[in-house]
């Protein structure tokens, strides 16, 4: 059993008019201080699955573990959740914003303002602390987001399209600070995407869903050589072009098949 385990998910969301099967027999493991993509089109289940990752919600089947704990109702668990949005509170300041969790988790004041410092450093940003965040651009608000979540020194990282709102340069830049703090602070993620180049660029093990429902279509190793290069380097490597064209080619076949 890995680290992180997944066994057997199915979920179905119900409504009075319709019964949607989101994912079936999803099944795999990952390995402590392992990066990984869950790659698909949209819609194909990739939220719904990192949301029973996190234990937000309860499969209609399965079960998911962590550490060897089920994540449903385990509060002891601690999970770093990004979103798109960075859902920052407006009028709380960014150190306020980076120790929130720290705050609920009822750590000594003096304690987590060092740790919120030290963070805000790490990526890039010293010195806003006083701001809000309505004083800083995307791309610094989702590495404010990045601090918060790591703040509270979570087992498992889980990523919902982190930089899909972003400009592609801040994108770039983003990929490698969160591939570097993951790495420095070795801690297993799981990265949800629709971008082939990103999953390849950040990821040791890529997943491919099918959709309608999404399963467990294909799993990728990305090559030694790129795992050990940092996100942008990657891309300007001759084995990314050659992953990056044969995933092309799976999802082109699962597209065609969807439209058969
Ligand atoms: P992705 O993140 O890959 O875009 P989602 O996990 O958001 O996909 O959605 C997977 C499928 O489940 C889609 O068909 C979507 O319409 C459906 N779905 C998602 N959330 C709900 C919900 N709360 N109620 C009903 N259907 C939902
Ligand atoms: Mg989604």
Request: glycine share 6%.
């Amino acid at each position: 059993m890995g680290f992180l385990s997944v066994s057997n998910v199915h979920h179905t969301y119900f409504s009075s008019e319709a019964a949607t099967d989101a994912l079936q027999d999803i099944h795999f493991s990952v390995e402590k201080g392992e990066f990984v993509s869950i790659l698909g089109a949209s819609g194909c289940g990739k939220s719904t699955l990192l949301s029973i990752i996190a234990g937000l919600l309860t499969p209609t089947m399965g079960t998911v573990t962590i550490d060897g704990q089920p994540v449903i109702d385990n509060e002891q668990l601690s999970i770093g959740y990004m979103l798109q949005q960075d859902y920052l509170f407006p009028w709380k300041t960014i150190e306020e914003n980076v120790t929130l969790g720290l705050t609920i988790l009822q750590k000594k004041d003096e304690q987590s303002r060092e740790i919120a410092i030290q963070l805000l450093q790490d990526v890039g940003l010293p010195h806003v602390e006083k701001k809000f965040p309505r004083e800083l651009s995307g791309g610094m608000r989702q590495r404010v987001a990045l601090a918060r979540t790591l703040a509270v020194d979570p087992k498992i990282l889980l990523l919902d399209e982190p930089f899909s709102a972003l400009d592609y340069k801040s994108k770039l830049t983003l990929e490698d600070l969160v591939s570097k703090m993951l790495k420095d602070y070795s801690k297993t993620a799981v990265l949800v995407t629709h971008d082939i180049g990103e999953a390849i660029a950040m990821s040791d093990r890529i997943f491919l869903l099918s959709a309608k429902p999404g399963k467990l279509y294909k799993t990728f190793e990305v090559p030694q050589e790129l795992i050990e290069l940092p996100p942008f380097e990657t891309r300007s490597h001759a084995s990314y072009s050659t992953l990056f064209q044969l995933i092309w080619k799976e999802l082109e076949s699962l597209e065609h098949e969807n439209t058969l």
